[in-house]
T-cell receptor
């Protein structure tokens, strides 16, 4: 069966520091991969998605970037975090249906 | 443009009762999928139920069922015998068969009253 992992589960970072969130999927090949952000009590905002290694589509211009160095690995990065980057970050994979990871809570202080 | 609308920001239901969450969508496509996701306090998104547009029969998963009205572009979720563990945010979502992205509604927060 397929599983999706995200780490870290929780992260507290100062403004201006770098960020790296990792997502890996097991049990499937060549999945579509997605990064979402969710502010408290709000809906999901699609940040990036990828249909293959090295293929990244950006939905919202911002100081975040994404990379897919391997088929089942998706990384969300920032060189310098902003206060507004705080939120809950969800990774998802899909073939037809999207399945989500457990999420990362990011607090930028 | 394709949109998903959940008109009820919050709802409450008595434990063991039945509740229906509404969802409408706008599309010009004929081949698509519809989903309901549940997000409990842990904030993990959990797939509740999925419906393929070409199937006329409404999907069911135990206590969860949908009323899919394709002509009306309506996709409501019925939860029977509500349990305390059903308390969560529920998101309706849509995607076409040919697209890689899912469009989510803004969610309905469901409270279960003991």
């Amino acid at each position: 069966s397929q599983t999706i992992h995200q780490w870290p589960a929780t992260l507290v970072q100062p403004v201006g520091s770098p960020l790296s969130l990792e997502c890996t999927v097991e049990g499937t090949s060549n999945p579509n991969l997605y990064w979402y952000r969710q502010a408290a009590g709000r809906g999901l905002q699609l940040l990036f998605y990828s249909v293959g290694i090295g293929q990244i589509s950006s939905e919202v211009p911002q100081n975040l970037s994404a990379s897919r160095p391997q088929d089942r690995q998706f990384i969300l990065s920032s060189k310098k975090l902003l206060l507004s980057d705080s939120g809950f970050y969800l990774c998802a994979w899909s073939v037809e249906t999207q399945y989500f990871g457990p999420g990362t809570r990011l607090l930028v202080l | 443009a394709q949109t998903v609308t959940q008109s009820q920001p919050e709802m409450s239901v008595q434990e063991a009762e039945t509740v229906t969450l509404s969802c409408t969508y706008d599309t010009s496509e004929s081949d698509y999928y519809l989903f309901w996701y549940k997000q409990p306090p842990s904030r993990q998104m959990i797939l509740v139920i999925r419906q393929e547009a070409y199937k006329q029969q409404n999907a069911t998963e135990n206590r969860f069922s949908v009323n899919f009205q394709k002509a009306a572009k309506s996709f409501s979720l019925k939860i029977s015998d509500s349990q305390l563990g059903d308390a969560a945010m529920y998101f309706c979502a849509y995607r076409t068969r040919r697209d890689d992205k899912i469009i989510f509604g803004k969610g309905t927060r469901l409270h279960i009253l003991p």
